[in-house]
């Protein structure tokens, strides 16, 4: 197999003021506040980036998540200008506040490890006595996380600690959670029309120059979300038998499984060629269930000068 995968770019745009490489994306600074953010194939788990990327990973994550934001935008404004690549989003740069605002609307993965190991307070706020893996919570809870430098475990944190170490206003983290309520509602409205369940999901947000707050990077991707199939999930819910799930958890599950889960003195297991196919497909099928359309793969023969040519484009224009 060995398909062609966009493991890091290194592009020089006119005008170009800096760039940072995240564990997926790369984020290029334009002058007059523009901003090019590229989606590789890089893949990660556990805050750590695999040694292999994964065919059209890249272009999955950007095509959903350039979608959702069309289908958001009237209820909170994005970062979004122009989507001139599969791989890449064009827009407004902002400065990002330094949380994630992380929604759950079911007992599931992280929240559910906590629940397991006998916890009753996630980020400051408490979960039902009572409650299975993968049960609905009673309504939505927002259990927000700090951003972790380059490296580093993103970290839970309090509303409360958040205010208090004035890592948010008040004022600027009241529309935060007003923004990830309305965001998950449609999100999850959204989600039922194609026979799935959002389970939970984060968002992240940013200030532009003028002040104003506005949705940036990604949003409703099986990298930022978590989806259960609503056919047979309570039955399944019944029987305490594990969901059916459209998200990362997969590969998780499957590092876990070959005794990785970034801590340290572990290594990541080998990928085979054909795990690393069954990973794309997985992808692809994902794509296809969250947005209910055919996936187009992308001329991959020439990832780099595709994408660059398709920029430099939209650029001069």
């Known amino acids: 197999m060995g398909l062609n995968t966009l493991m890091s770019t290194d592009f020089e745009f006119p005008g170009q003021k800096s760039v940072y490489k995240g564990k997926v994306r790369e984020v290029y600074t334009l002058q007059n506040d523009v901003l090019v953010m590229v989606a590789t194939d890089r893949l990660s ?12 990973k890249g272009q999955i994550l950007n095509q959903i998540a350039t ?14 200008m122009a989507t001139p690549d599969p791989n890449v989003a064009v827009g407004v740069a902002c400065e990002p506040f330094k949380v994630e605002m992380v929604i759950r609307g079911y007992l ?14 996630l980020c400051g706020v408490p979960m039902p006595e009572g409650m299975k893996e993968n049960d609905k919570f009673p309504s939505p809870i927002i259990t927000p996380a700090t951003k972790a430098e380059k490296g580093d475990h ?33 999100g999850t409205e959204i989600a039922a029309k194609r026979g799935l369940i959002l389970v ?31 056919e047979g999930y309570a039955e399944r819910q019944s029987k305490g038998e594990a969901q059916k799930q459209l998200s990362k958890e997969f590969v998780r599950q499957w590092l876990i499984s070959n005794g990785f889960q970034g801590l340290e003195g572990q290594s990541v297991p080998e990928m085979s060629d054909e795990y690393i196919e069954s990973v794309s497909n997985r992808y692809i099928e994902l794509y296809e269930n969250i ?18 040519s398709n920029i430099s484009e939209f650029l001069a224009k």
């Open 67 to 80: 979608k959702m934001m069309k289908d958001t935008e009237d209820i909170v404004p994005n970062w979004l």
């Open 154 to 186: 993103d970290e839970d944190i309090s509303k409360e600690d958040i205010l208090k170490r004035g890592i948010v206003s008040k004022e600027d983290y009241e529309v935060l959670e007003q923004y990830t309520h309305a965001l998950f509602q449609r």
């Open 108 to 121: 599931s993965g992280h929240a559910a490890r906590e629940y397991k190991a006998g916890k009753r307070m």
């Open 45 to 56: 788990a556990f805050d750590v980036v695999m040694p292999k990327g994964i065919p059209y």
């Open 200 to 230: 939970d999901t984060k968002y992240e947000f940013g200030k532009t120059k003028d002040g104003k707050i506005v949705l940036i990077d990604e949003i409703h991707t099986p990298d930022s979300s978590r989806y259960f199939y609503a």
């Open 291 to 308: 947005t209910g359309e055919n996936f187009v793969k992308s001329d991959i023969s020439n990832i780099e000068d595709r994408i660059f």
